[in-house]
């Protein structure tokens, strides 16, 4: 039996595929790919439900965990990124009952990285104060959504369709369209912005 043959009844060949695509030799390797490109934003989504990094980071810690005993379980996985958000988001949910939070939100992290880009394209003081001025204004906009709204905005920001929101956040796909229009609704009327037309 040749190598590739004993990878594939070893590790599956949907597994293999993404060794492949990731460039691992082995689950471990594929896990650590994983959540080196994953890590950050996973934190970012965590830290606006839980407001708490410590504890984001441990149940971003726990989300791959559980993917690494997946793999090892020879679980198929269609989309590893919408089950790691799902995951995530479960684990965040349980948190948040076992310690009685509430799911609120910060949008200081829903613009981050958005602000710094805007930031560093900005030529002068002048303009990069306007910008950090609009910025606090969506921030305090967003903040005043209902969480469920901003969860949607966040991961529709982070690319995700409607139907890998709807997956995630365990509502239908036409519940997250609804949650959606109505959040950028409110955020246009709050923040005064005209549509073209």
Not at 175 to 197: F, M, S
Request: charged share 25%; aromatic share 8%; glycine share 4%.
């Amino acid at each position: 039996m040749d190598s590739l043959s004993q990878q594939v009844l070893q590790f599956g060949y949907a597994r293999l595929s993404l060794l492949a695509r990731w460039g691992a030799k082995d689950t471990e390797q594929l896990v650590a790919s994983l959540f080196a490109e994953h890590r950050e934003p996973m934190f970012r989504y965590l830290t606006l439900i839980t407001r708490n990094p410590a504890i984001s980071e441990e149940l971003v810690q726990e989300t791959f965990l559980r993917l690494h005993r997946e793999f090892n379980a020879g679980v198929k996985f269609d989309n590893v990124r919408a089950w790691l958000y799902r995951v995530a988001h479960h684990l965040a949910l349980d948190h948040g009952k076992q310690t009685k939070q509430t799911g609120s939100l910060s949008s200081e992290i829903l613009s981050d990285s958005v602000e710094e880009r805007f930031a560093s394209e900005t030529q002068n003081p002048e303009e990069m104060a306007i910008d950090r001025q609009r910025w606090k204004l969506l921030d305090e906009a967003v903040s005043n959504l209902p969480a469920i709204q901003r969860q949607c905005l966040y991961l529709r920001r982070e690319g995700f369709g409607y139907r890998k929101i709807a997956l995630i956040l365990d509502i239908g796909e036409t519940t997250v369209v609804d949650h959606l229009r109505r959040a950028i609704q409110r955020l246009q009327k709050e923040l005064h912005v005209q549509r073209p037309g």
